[in-house]
């Protein structure tokens, strides 16, 4: 089983609604991502970080997503102003380095933006 | 940045048989390439995995590849079972001016086991 905790399961927001979603990654690992993977089973890299610190983030995340991973709170994937596209499946992983090593999958967030 | 491509999208192969994957990419410096299960309404479960430094891995009936000079790469199960029915996503990972360890994707292979 996943030891990477997503909450919630579903999600369902109207359009400019926020939505957030959180993620608790796996116990010891320091690196943190979200993808977003459509319906079409397609997955794009969103945002990552190591501890508190963005490592990177695509540019559709700097406008609408942040994200955010406080020390002893669950990080967080905040969609400000949401839309139709925004529909997907939100998945969190967690690593113990930033590269070379294995990357571990949550369950998810479905989001669906009515 | 990087590319995966992986083909075949959907694999039928009967039970007892083998089943390939293969995945090609781009970026040369790439060097970590895991493959992922996924069952409807769940998450991807990373189930093998390979680094730059090997060319061949085995565990528990899945065997992947990777030829470094031809940019490719491949999961094959042996002795498919209907368990296996599932997507299968490589991915591929490492240096040049990619994100620091960002995942790329392949579009994934729909694998039914029939009996």
């Known amino acids: 089983n996943s030891k990477v905790i997503q909450t919630p399961r579903y999600l369902v927001k109207g359009q400019g609604q926020k939505a957030k979603m959180r993620c608790i990654p796996e116990?010891?690992?320091?690196?943190v991502f979200w993808y977003q993977q459509n319906k079409n089973n397609e997955f794009k890299f969103l945002i990552n970080?190591?501890?508190?610190?963005?490592?990177?983030q695509i540019d559709m995340t700097e406008k609408r997503f942040s994200a955010e991973c406080p020390s002893n709170s669950p990080c967080s994937l905040e969609i400000q102003s949401s839309e139709a596209g925004d529909s997907a499946l939100y998945l969190c992983?967690?690593?113990?380095?930033?590269?070379?090593?294995?990357?571990?999958f949550g369950k998810g967030t479905r989001l669906t933006v009515v | 940045g990087e590319q995966v491509e992986q083909l075949p999208s959907i694999l039928r192969v009967q039970e007892g048989s083998s089943a390939s994957i293969n995945c090609t990419y781009e970026?040369?410096?790439?060097?970590?390439f895991p493959w992922y299960k996924q069952e409807p309404g769940e998450n991807p479960k990373l189930i093998i995995d390979?680094?730059?430094?090997?060319e061949r891995k085995q565990t528990q009936g899945l065997i992947v590849l990777l030829d470094k000079k031809a940019k490719r790469f491949s999961l094959h199960i042996t002795d498919t079972q209907p368990g296996d029915s599932a997507m299968y996503f490589c991915?591929?990972?490492?240096?040049?001016?990619?994100?620091?360890?960002?995942?790329?994707f392949g579009r994934g292979t729909r694998l039914q086991v029939y009996a």
């Open positions: 992983a967690s690593s113990l380095s930033p590269g070379f090593t294995e990357v571990f």
């Open positions: 116990k010891g690992h320091p690196v």
């Open positions: 970080f190591q501890n508190q610190e963005v490592l990177q």
């Open positions: 970026n040369s410096a790439s060097n970590y």
């Open positions: 390979i680094r730059s430094n090997m």
């Open positions: 991915a591929a990972s490492g240096g040049g001016t990619q994100v620091v360890g960002q995942l790329t």
